[in-house]
């Protein structure tokens, strides 16, 4: 804060910022030769189908090293600044030789907005670690287009903030978090924002600030993408459920027709299809599990699982047994077997979601990097100077 009570914020990428992130794909770069190395391994001491396992980390790691090293990010600069006379917006891309700067006069402001951004923090005394700042975005009207500027203010400079803002703008509120969305798209969560009050009098900031809880912070989601996105999680729940079931089928006429030619040694199928086969329905229950929120339901779905394929194992084994192999020892490996991919079925869901988790955050590190856009946009700032 400055001398005259202006709120100033500074929100920049340097060369530093982009010399770390090429540090960053280089480690992650090595973290996928690592498990690549150990992929190769594997498969050399046992089977090929056991070195998928560390191939998916290995995979993530080089993904993550190479969104890295294709960072379009361009260093820039970028301050915003609440004065009485108005709001003033600087912003410099070196590399680009651009340079715009802006001061917007209150008297061709329309209305105000109050919403707020979220930080996360680590903490260790307390399982909450989302921190909520006030965002103040300012609307106004240039050729019949409204344009927005948004400015995050740290929660003690609410009221500094209120004595710089005009009599008469109308101020609306929205519970929405808005920490991803840059000025130039502000608008879309905006459009059904409520009427608060009219500013030139104090008055307290409508929601919570500070720590919060996750859940207290609802996403703007469009109507229409909410109705895309529940008809695409019913289409692939339908779709998951007929491909598992046509597998376990494919599983209930091999075991029959098939399973009795494998070899057996010491009450245990040998060779490599006993493992493929346990391995692949592990892969299809875990593409199922993988987005499944814990909770007693999923649990039941697991446990209803277990029991079709060590139906569809020890039916479909022991019938074979019955037509075409009629050895003890054959049936006992049938019983091992089957015990082996009953047991199978609750290691792919917690393997699941530990490989979902990872994936989430590789996912979130390539967008942060720029892998899927070729460049990124200034986020929110929250570290304000």
């Known amino acids: 804060m400055d001398s005259n009570n202006e709120l100033t914020y500074k929100q920049s990428v340097s060369k530093r910022h982009k010399a770390m992130g090429i540090g960053l794909g280089i480690l992650s770069c090595l973290g996928g030769a690592f498990f690549l190395y150990i992929t190769l391994g594997v498969s050399r001491a046992s089977h090929w189908s056991i070195g998928l396992i560390p191939l998916y980390p290995a995979l993530l790691f080089l993904l993550l090293g190479v969104g890295m090293f294709r960072n379009k990010q361009v260093s820039y600069t970028s301050v915003k600044r609440i004065t009485k006379e108005g709001f003033y917006h600087y912003f410099l891309v070196p590399e680009q030789e651009k340079e715009t700067e802006q001061l917007i006069p209150y008297k061709k402001m329309t209305a105000l907005y109050l919403g707020r951004v979220v930080e996360m923090v680590m903490r260790q005394d307390r399982l909450t ?49 808005l920490t991803q969305y840059p000025d130039d798209t502000l608008g879309d969560p905006l459009a059904d924002a409520e009427y608060y009050r009219d500013s030139g009098e104090r008055f307290p900031y409508p929601y919570e600030l500070g720590y919060v809880k ?127 991919s009953f047991w199978s079925i609750p290691a792919a869901f917690l393997l699941s979601k530990f490989l979902y988790l990872l994936g989430v955050l590789m996912y979130a590190a390539l967008l942060h990097s720029g892998f899927f856009k070729g460049k990124t946009k200034p986020r929110r700032n929250i570290d304000m100077e």
């Open 129 to 177: 670690k989302f921190f909520a700042h006030p965002l103040l975005v300012f609307r106004w009207e240039e050729d019949g287009v409204s344009h927005y500027r948004g400015v995050v203010l740290k929660q003690k400079e609410w009221p500094t903030a209120l004595r710089h803002l005009p009599a008469g703008l109308p101020v609306y509120s929205t519970p929405y978090d």
């Open 214 to 340: 996750q859940k207290e912070l609802p996403k703007y989601i469009p109507d229409e993408v909410a109705e895309k996105k529940k008809r695409c999680t019913r289409l692939r729940e339908m779709m998951a459920g007929r491909l598992l079931g046509g597998w376990l089928v494919l599983n209930f006429l091999l075991a029959v027709l098939w399973m009795p030619s494998w070899k057996v040694v010491d009450e245990l199928f040998v060779g490599p299809w006993p493992v493929v086969l346990i391995i692949l329905t592990m892969i299809l229950v875990g593409a199922v599990y993988a987005r499944l929120p814990l909770g007693w339901r999923n649990m039941l779905l697991v446990g209803r699982h277990m029991l079709f394929v060590i139906a569809v194992y020890g039916g479909g084994g022991y019938l074979g047994y019955l037509l075409f192999s009629e050895t003890p020892r054959h049936l006992d490996a049938v019983v091992n077997h089957s015990l082996l």
